[in-house]
């Protein structure tokens, strides 16, 4: 099957602006396709699901929080599914200490949560000089809702059993090296299920990489839209 039906849902972080991907050009055009833009909101609210029971091919691409939203999708819907850009993905964010999974302490999440207040939404992930600010500040409601999603998100079994078998579809996925949210020992699980993955680790502990490598997402998404 061709990719003229081919739709690019675009997963936004937690607790971030659409500015995030001011410097990826295949958020202004790609191929004639008109991407369409999901914030955490939107992914808390169902809209991307509602849209893939309206049909069609997607290639989806998620940052962060939405990268986990991404890899649920996935599994809900593998034959709608034309690919997959996964940047700073994890399909459980929360460390386990009594599995050895590696992710975010309760600690460390409720410093983002009060470092977010704190800095009002002036960014706190070391943004590169001279990039966008991706980070916004959002009413308190919508921000605990997002948190909560961080806190109990866990697509690990529904992975294994959608895609044990592998997948027809390409997967491209970006990781910081020393990413404090997303730990890049969380690469090793996805290339298990996504064998044939194409992996990008990247030096340092940037989790914005949607403003620190836009050039390696774009040619990320060209790759599957061509």
Known sequence: MGNADLQIMVLNGWAASPHAWDLCAFMRASAGRN??????????????????EEGGRFLVVGWSMGGSTALRLA??????????????????????RETGWRGMSPMRLEALRR????????????????????????????LERGLKY??????????VSTFGGGCAFPVHIFQSEHDGIVRSANVAYLQQIFPKSDVTLIPGSEHALTIAIPEAIDAAVAKTVS
């Open 150 to 159: 961080l806190r109990e998100i866990d697509v690990r079994e529904s992975l």
């Open 35 to 52: 991407p369409v833009l999901y914030s955490y909101i939107d992914q808390l609210d169902g809209l991307p699901e509602r849209a893939f």
């Open 75 to 96: 599994c809900c819907y593998p034959n709608q599914i034309a690919g997959l850009v996964l940047i700073a993905a994890t399909p459980r964010m929360m460390e386990e």
């Open 115 to 142: 470092g977010l207040e704190l800095t009002h939404g002036q960014g706190f992930f070391g943004i590169p000089e001279g990039r966008p600010n991706p980070y916004i500040v959002d009413s308190p409601e919508n």
